[in-house]
């Protein structure tokens, strides 16, 4: 198995423009999660979905960004417009058994 | 106050010597408890889950301590490989809805 797929892995983006990242989650796994980490505020839970549909988005910032799932193998994760206090490695997991596995991430530089 | 906290260190340990650090939680966090480990520019992969009876996988023993209310990790005989930033989280429920810690990093020297 290939693991959690995320794309792209870096992306550098000039304030106000959209920024899309992609993750699909290992075949299988009923849950993913979206998170952002940081130095400032370590690692911070976004949104998850359960069977496609959000459960939790509490964890989601601000109006700015938006995740979907439209289907069991694919997820984006949205920020519109993007900000320079956006940039972060952002991750998608998805779970099985109990345990949450991580994709490789996406390095976000927002300049 | 933070639902897990945990000291950044980093701490410095001579290859082949014990380490141990805790992780503390608020009440209100979390029923399952896990030390996940990352890598530096990687991303964090399960450890080990910490049962409240304690217990260990090879060098690594993992403790619950409900009362207290922290978890604790304890490495023997430490690699080099070791080092890396371990990171405490809780959840609610088994599996869902993670809570982390800011991480712990260890330093394992020659």
């Known amino acids: 198995d290939a693991g959690v797929i995320q794309s792209p892995r870096h992306e550098v983006t000039e304030m106000g423009q959209e920024v899309t990242l992609r993750c699909k989650p290992i075949s299988g796994h009923n849950s993913l999660f979206w998170y952002r980490q940081t130095m400032m505020r370590g690692l911070e839970l976004l949104i998850y979905?359960?069977?496609?549909?959000?459960?939790?988005d509490s964890g989601m910032p601000e109006d700015r960004f938006s995740a979907k799932m439209p289907n069991a193998s694919f997820s984006t994760l949205k920020i519109q417009p993007s900000e320079p206090r956006d940039s972060a490695v952002y991750f998608c997991?998805?779970?099985?058994?109990?345990?949450?596995?991580f994709g490789p991430g996406t390095r976000l530089t927002v300049t | 106050r933070k639902e897990v906290e945990q000291d950044p260190g980093p701490f410095n340990v001579p290859e082949g010597a014990t380490v141990a650090f805790n992780c503390t939680y608020s009440n209100s966090a979390s029923q399952s408890f896990f030390w996940y480990r990352q890598d530096c520019r990687k991303e964090p992969k399960l450890l080990m889950s910490?049962?409240?009876s304690g217990n260990e996988d090879g060098r690594f023993t993992a403790q619950l301590n409900r009362a207290s209310q922290y978890i604790s990790l304890l490495i023997r005989d430490s690699k080099l490989s070791d080092s890396a930033t371990y990171l405490c989280?809780?959840?609610?429920?088994?599996?869902?809805?993670?809570?982390f810690g800011g991480g712990t990093r260890v330093l394992v020297k020659p």
């Open positions: 989280v809780g959840a609610k429920a088994a599996g869902n809805k993670l809570t």
């Open positions: 997991a998805s779970l099985y058994a109990g345990e949450q596995y």
């Open positions: 910490v049962y409240s």
């Open positions: 979905f359960n069977n496609n549909v959000p459960i939790d």
